[in-house]
């Protein structure tokens, strides 16, 4: 039985935090979607959840379309 490279890829989100002076909290949200350049961000890491998707890949290791299953962000 032949043997294949299945890729699993799991969405993820990207976490940074960052301090903002501001009124309130909703004002801090704001603020820095608008001026999200202005601040120093500190990575917390990736946080994964459950959107999964899986494809075969071909010999060169690009990915075979028409085997994609599961969920694609």
């Known amino acids: 039985m032949p043997k294949f490279k299945v890729l699993r890829r799991v969405d993820a989100?990207?976490?940074s935090v960052t301090e903002v002076e501001a009124d309130d909290a909703q004002q801090a949200?704001?603020?820095?979607?608008?001026?999200e350049?202005?601040?120093k961000w500190d990575e917390l890491g990736a946080v994964g959840f459950d959107a999964r998707g899986f494809v075969t890949l071909d010999r060169n290791?690009?990915?075979i379309d028409r085997t994609r299953t599961g969920?694609?962000?």
């Open 13 to 15: 989100f990207l976490d």
């Open 37 to 39: 350049g202005d601040y």
């Open 29 to 35: 949200a704001l603020l820095a979607e608008n001026n």
């Open 71 to 73: 969920h694609f962000g």
């Open 61 to 63: 290791g690009d990915e």
